[in-house]
């Protein structure tokens, strides 16, 4: 197909993702575009099934074309046809697919002829939390052929790739997200309280979490821990409270945890959220309770917001949760370990703001946006370049 680029026309990167909705890896594309020189590439973004309106809307430039497919449930092959009519029109020089669900589309784009062909692999598939499925490892292993460069977001995603599926070391780049240091940032004099919020006030300890509410992010642990770390210390009735802001199935299910237990109105279920960083600052502590994750964005956002974290011992959360300097790290599943966990941090508010402050310094020194456009933009050159000296 080639690189048809106008002169003076930056070249195309089309992103690839399932769904383009309010989520981490979603949100991971969205700070890429809007951050990346605009001299540098230009951007599409084609999601396999929908385009949310309201969530395409944070990215800034006008310039960036949103593609719905409409994929239902099964293989993609049935889109080959209309990727490859897609891709001719768009003409990419760049084609950058986002974990195992669109990983079959770098077919069409092997078919087509696009130069650089690129795909990140940011969390644990549902289906396959521990990374064990021999038939996930072997879908990967599969279309391995048709990917020029592969992106892991975390330490335990390239030792993944490189050893179960057995990509070549040479073929993986390891690149840790990275946050937005002046929209996170601590609360200071005069900043704007949650709207809505009912909790407020030095009095309070206020335990938080920010995410999609659907099973791999495992909320309802979160509230059980909340209800558990109750019983351990009834007296932190006056102070402990919880706020849990998403959208999904486990909403219903986390708010009936703390109705049965008779602790809902210690606790704030306002659903999804566009003010996050508003609500990041409402709290005291940030509480991640997945059972599996990539590098989690939410993490980067709250220890960016100087709070002190806790957060289960699955995917990259270790290598941002440094455990006792910027947080306590638990086991997924263990309640009681979490909410042994919070009462911690709730009991020695100086510690907690010390392990915040930490997080807020680790975050500026090695998980700046800079860093993360910069380590993309050199893969895609540096795929380019090789293509054109082989051309």
């Known amino acids: 197909m080639g690189t048809s680029i106008a002169p003076g026309q930056a070249p195309l990167v089309v992103h690839v993702v399932y769904r383009f909705d309010t989520g981490g890896l979603e949100n991971g594309v969205v700070n890429l575009i809007n951050h990346m020189p605009a001299g540098a ?37 049935k889109l080959y046809p209309r990727l490859v009519r897609l891709l001719r029109q768009m003409r990419p020089a760049v084609l950058h697919t986002r974990n195992l669900a669109a990983l079959e589309c770098q077919v069409p784009g092997t078919w087509v002829g696009v130069p650089a062909r690129v795909h990140g692999e940011h969390g644990r598939d549902v289906e396959d939390l521990d990374g064990s499925s021999r038939r996930h490892q072997w879908m990967r292993r599969i279309y391995s052929p048709f990917v020029h460069q592969y992106v892991a977001l975390s330490q335990d995603l390239t030792a993944y790739l490189t050893d179960k599926v057995r990509i070549a070391p040479g073929r993986v780049n390891q690149v840790y997200n990275g946050v937005d240091i002046s929209r996170f940032a601590p609360a200071g004099a005069g900043t ?46 006056d102070r402990l409270r919880l706020v849990m802001v998403g959208e999904g199935p486990l909403r219903a299910e986390a708010q009936s945890v703390l109705d049965q237990a008779g602790v809902a109105n210690l606790a704030w279920l306002p659903g999804e959220r566009a003010d996050v960083p508003d609500v990041m600052r409402a709290l005291d502590c940030f509480v991640l309770p997945s059972l599996a994750e990539g590098i989690s964005n939410t993490i980067l956002e709250a220890m960016a917001c100087r709070l002190p974290v806790v957060a289960t011992a699955v995917g990259g959360n270790a290598e941002l949760v440094q455990h006792e300097r910027t947080g306590l790290v638990v086991p997924a599943g263990d309640v009681d370990a979490m909410a042994r966990a919070m009462l911690t941090l709730a009991a020695d508010r100086r510690r907690a703001s010390g392990w ?18 910069v380590a993309y933009q050199a893969l895609y050159d540096r795929l380019l370049a090789r293509q054109t000296t082989h051309a």
């Open 356 to 373: 915040g402050l930490a997080g807020r310094e680790r975050v500026e020194r090695e998980f700046s946006l800079q860093a993360m456009v």
């Open 41 to 77: 590439y230009r951007h599409a973004v084609v999601a396999l099934t929908e385009v949310a309106e309201g969530f395409a809307r944070r990215v800034r430039r006008s310039d960036v074309e949103f593609v719905s497919l409409h994929k239902p449930p099964g293989h993609g092959a």
């Open 192 to 237: 704007p309280r949650a709207l809505g919020c009912p909790f407020g006030g030095d009095d309070l300890f206020v335990l938080g979490t920010v995410g999609r509410m659907q099973t791999v992010k495992a909320q309802t642990d979160l509230a059980r821990a909340f209800v558990r770390a109750l019983e351990l210390q009834p007296a932190a009735r």
